[in-house]
């Protein structure tokens, strides 16, 4: 059924008809990783993750500019970020990064060519920072995807502000 819609702003649709009609694209969870310089490794729960080109080997993420990523990727001195695709077993890791943290023993890191990523997951690639573009609100970070490592673990999957999983194969 559909929600009426709500008046538009003066340039393209509003904040809530914005969010009710794109959290209805199903997609994975992911956490965005990264190193500063003195070595602390954060990271950030995120959904807006596009594959761009395979040749070169680019990815997307869009970070809100209010977050504290943000801050830490547009750094000169942080040239990598990495991006673990979570399993289904893994929406713990996902409230962690999103700000409801669990215990920090919980989060299962590991190295992946030398740069901090997560363990158990169903997919990590290790980039460098490619290019920065605006992105309204956001700021959208190419990364050239420099490691990659996967496995057959099922996803963890995000859809209208719930998490999910995949239907059982056939």
């Known amino acids: 059924m559909t929600q009426p819609n709500h008046p538009a702003p003066a340039e393209g649709i ?3 008809d914005f969010r009710y009609t794109l959290g209805r694209f199903a997609s994975g969870v992911t956490v965005i990783t990264a190193r500063t310089t003195d070595g602390s490794v954060h990271g950030m ?3 807006a993750f596009v594959s761009v080109s395979m040749n070169p080997p680019l990815i997307l993420i869009s970070v809100d500019r209010r977050a504290r990523m943000h801050d830490i990727l ?3 001195d942080v040239e990598q970020f990495s991006v673990n695709l979570l399993a289904q077993s893994q929406a713990h890791l996902s409230n962690h990064f999103a700000g409801r943290p669990g215990p920090e023993e919980d989060v299962p890191w590991r190295e992946q060519a030398g740069f901090p990523v997560l363990g158990g997951t169903v997919a ?3 980039c460098r920072k490619y290019q920065v573009m ?3 609100d956001h700021t959208l970070f190419l990364g050239l995807i420099t ?3 996967y496995s057959d673990e099922a996803p963890l999957l995000y859809f209208k502000g719930k998490y999910g999983a995949l239907a059982a194969e056939q």
Request: aromatic share 0%; glycine share 16%; proline share 0%.
């Open 147 to 149: 490691s990659t490592e």
């Open 134 to 136: 605006d992105g309204g």
């Open 74 to 76: 547009l750094a000169d």
């Open 45 to 47: 729960t995120a959904s």
């Open 14 to 16: 509003g904040a809530e």
């Open 124 to 126: 990590s690639v290790v």
